[in-house]
């Protein structure tokens, strides 16, 4: 090894094997090895999960004994774990920007195979090594932030996101675009699996928002506008109220997107739906339930006796390309809808346990009864008798009006239970299990800056480390507008929501990274090409100093101001100014280290 | 230099913007699409941070191409975008008169989830990287 450069920082690099996830692609031992020849790095290291404890540790530990000054971890995208890194760095009593982050998973082992992506994973490294020999301590900026929050959408994730946050103290407007708070709940009879009715579930809620001071309710608006950053947003709202419009203005430091979803609506003629009022929706069967007043021991449907209900399940869920129709928009819905299956059985037990003479066929692909107390539900719909049959994707049940029956309908299906034997089955009822699909709301998402996901639903930062989250700063989610989800689980992603909220604007100041511009005095000439090339006004300033005795102009920040963006460092003829944290000089020693293949920088 | 790893030929430099074309490339990773190796995305706030000498030090030092990866009009710093276009105007004209082919450098606006787009943008300036070679200053 070469000596090195004592005047130099000491950096550490800490390259992960992600499980696999990097390690079954780049090979992260010779990493290790060329990364031990770079300038500057003192020391290099492995680990399976670096993120977890013991990685952590790793980094800890080399920097509490002074072996590291520098710390440079290679691992997934840095939206992931960078600020994992930096508050290990933060424990280990350092400053955590001192940290550079080398993104080798998503931009190298994902994209890249064998030894062109370990070749490339040592660049990124040597990339990364090369702006932290540059990095400086820095301290976080201060942005004084409003108690106050927006959640967006008045269904149960909406409202329980709102109680959980008025009950930390912190105010709340709740604006929801009908003029009924519930959403689907509203349309929601006895709740698999416990069987609470879900008008009682609402009214408890609702009690509790409609008395809670901290919570203003908006019903019938419109959200126009949508400006402002973390902690200082401005929400411009148009009111509906007795034939006129009213505007309203809210000024809120978090957003929460709760925006819900709605039912799959079959498409005329899919299984007869739109053609026979006899083939229904499950959403139009918790309807029939829910106001049934039939006595006798069989389901009677506006005064018909129902002997035989065939349930088609997967209806509008799984789509799969060239079997299923797309919509006009040539989308098809891939995703699983997760709650019908135990919504469907629920139904049944109902069915079943009130009118044991209806008899009850269920077709479905796969029965996915995911969570707790839900398989029950199917062992007690075995036990009620309901039949059931299975059907694969490319041979769905075929629903058929016949003549010569007394059943007005028979459901022809290829049964995979009994070796795909053919079976018609006579029904006077037909429902279908049409899932959930996400709500329109992609006014709201472009105006917001918000990711929406391939199957249209929003997309949060990670599924499982920032299920709340949206990549903008105090933005969050909950509920169905993310993904399928039961009343149970909408209330987690709420409280959740809740929490993440109310912990960021808890204090009444956010603390942001220090990313912004410095002026080093000792080259600004004050020639002033920095402040005209500023984009936020008031940002960059001359002033009058004095040095030497002689009254001269310099360049001076005003840090909570600044944007940031490095508008000033471009221009300035000294290259007296830049971006802390993201400075050109460390940018040109980043590409040297790339054009010299990550060596001999 | 390592024995282990080869020299790389005609590099690309991408200056991915943090809030848009960063996460669009992760967005890349996350659906496992292989583009060329020989991408190189650095993480910027807002390429406006870049002067002209920037880029011709890159090609200078060896880059065969450079893409901006910007937010385009969605620029969160207001007015930066164009402030950038305008300078890479400059950079144009420069590149011009020492007989520079134009292509080497690209602007572009990619999202956080367009993948099609950047591996579009990706794809043809490798192409022409491979065609070019690396740069070569005749004035």
Redesign the interface.
């Known amino acids: 090894m070469t000596e090195k450069n004592t005047d130099n920082k000491k950096v550490g690099v800490y390259i992960c094997y992600c499980g696999g996830n990097i390690s079954d692609h780049v090979d992260v031992e010779?990493v290790k090895k060329?990364a031990e020849?770079m300038p500057n790095v003192v020391v290099a290291r492995t680990n399976m999960f670096m993120c977890s404890d013991p990685g952590q540790e790793l980094i800890i530990n080399d920097l509490k004994s002074g072996k590291i000054d520098r710390v440079v971890v290679a691992s997934c995208?840095?939206?992931l774990h960078e600020a994992t890194f930096r508050d290990a760095i933060k424990r280990a009593g350092s400053n955590p920007f001192i940290y550079e982050h080398a993104?080798i998973?998503?931009?190298v082992s994902?994209?890249?195979?064998g030894?062109?992506?370990t070749?490339?994973a040592?660049?990124?490294i040597a990339?990364a090594a090369a702006k932290a020999n540059l990095l400086t301590p820095l301290d976080p900026i201060r942005v004084e932030a409003k108690k106050h929050t927006t959640v967006i959408g008045g269904g149960i994730a909406g409202i329980k996101t709102a109680i959980d946050i008025a009950q930390t103290g912190i105010n709340v407007a709740l604006i929801e675009k009908s003029s009924l708070l519930g959403g689907q709940l509203n349309n929601l009879d006895k709740l698999a699996p416990s069987g609470e009715k879900a008008s009682e579930v609402l009214q408890e809620l609702l009690d509790q928002i409609l008395t809670h001071k901290s919570i203003t309710i908006h019903t019938d608006c419109e959200i126009e506008a949508v400006q402002g950053y973390v902690g200082n947003f401005s929400l411009s709202i148009s009111k509906k109220s007795d034939n006129k419009i009213e505007k309203l203005n809210i000024e809120t430091g978090a957003i929460v997107m709760a925006t819900g979803a709605i039912p799959y609506i079959p498409f005329d003629g899919e299984f007869g739906f739109g053609q026979h009022e006899q083939v229904i929706t499950l959403q139009n069967l918790i309807q029939i339930l829910k106001n049934n007043k039939s006595t006798g021991s069989i389901l009677e449907v506006n005064g018909k006796r129902i002997r035989n209900i065939v349930m088609i399940h997967c209806v509008g869920s799984r789509q799969i390309p060239g079997i299923h129709q797309p919509k006009e928009d040539g989308k098809l819905n891939e995703y699983c809808s997760r709650t019908c299956c135990a919504a469907m059985l629920n139904a049944s037990n109902q069915i079943k346990e009130n009118f044991p003479a209806t008899r009850i066929y269920e077709m479905y692909r796969d029965i996915r009864t995911y969570g707790r107390g839900q398989e029950e539900l199917y062992t007690q719909a075995s036990a009620n008798k309901v039949v059931f049959m299975r059907y694969e994707a490319n041979a769905q049940p075929e629903v058929s009006l016949t003549r010569d029956s007394d059943y007005p309908f028979q459901v022809k299906v290829k049964d995979s239970l009994t070796f795909n034997e053919e079976m018609d089955v006579p029904a006077d009822l037909v429902v279908l299990a049409t899932g959930i699909e996400p709500d329109d709301v992609s006014g709201l998402a472009s105006m917001m800056?918000l990711?929406?996901g391939t199957d249209k639903f929003l997309l949060e930062v990670h599924p499982k480390l920032r299920p709340v989250e949206f990549?903008i700063t105090g933005i969050f989610l909950a509920g169905t507008c993310q993904a399928p989800m039961d009343v149970g689980e909408a209330c987690n992603a709420a409280g959740a929501a809740a929490v993440k909220a109310s912990a960021l604007l808890r204090k009444g100041f956010i603390e942001l990274d220090p990313?912004v511009a410095e002026v080093n005095p000792n080259k600004c000439q004050g020639h002033g090409a920095c402040i005209e090339?500023c984009?936020k006004e008031g940002a960059l300033t001359l002033v009058e100093v004095d040095i030497d005795g002689k009254t001269v102009k310099r360049a001076q920040v005003t840090a909570a101001m600044c944007?940031?963006?490095?508008?000033c460092?471009?221009?300035c003829p000294e290259k007296a100014i830049d971006?802390n944290g993201?400075a050109?000089k460390q940018?040109?020693d980043?590409?040297?280290a790339?054009?010299?293949?990550?060596?001999?920088v | 230099?390592?024995p282990?790893?080869?020299?790389?030929e005609n590099?690309i430099?991408i200056l991915a913007t943090e809030?848009c074309a960063y996460?669009g490339?992760?967005s890349?990773?996350?659906a496992?699409?292989?583009?060329p190796?020989n991408t190189?995305?650095?993480?910027?706030?807002?390429p406006?941070?870049?002067?002209e000498s920037?880029y011709f030090?890159?090609f200078k030092?060896?880059?065969s191409g450079i893409i901006v990866m910007s937010c385009g009009e969605?620029c969160p710093?207001?007015?930066?975008f164009t402030?950038m276009a305008k300078?890479l105007d400059g950079v144009y004209k420069k590149m011009k008169a020492m007989e520079l082919d134009l292509k080497r450098l690209r602007l572009t606006a990619i999202c956080?989830?367009c993948n099609r787009s950047f591996l579009n943008e990706v794809n043809q300036m490798d192409k022409l990287v491979r065609e070019l070679g690396p740069p070569i200053f005749k004035k």
């Open positions: 010779e060329r020849k995208a840095p939206s993104n998973r998503e931009q994902w994209v890249h195979h030894e062109p992506a070749d490339k040592t660049i990124l990339s800056k990711p929406i990549p990313f090339a984009l944007l940031g963006c490095g508008a460092a471009a221009v971006i993201w050109l940018y040109e980043m590409v040297d790339i054009v010299s293949d990550g060596f001999a | 230099m390592s282990q790893a080869k020299k790389q590099k430099l809030t996460p490339a992760d890349v990773g996350q496992h699409s292989t583009y190796a190189y995305i650095l993480r910027v706030r807002a406006v941070l870049f002067p920037f030090d890159c030092k060896g880059i969605e710093y207001e007015g930066a402030a300078r956080t989830v």
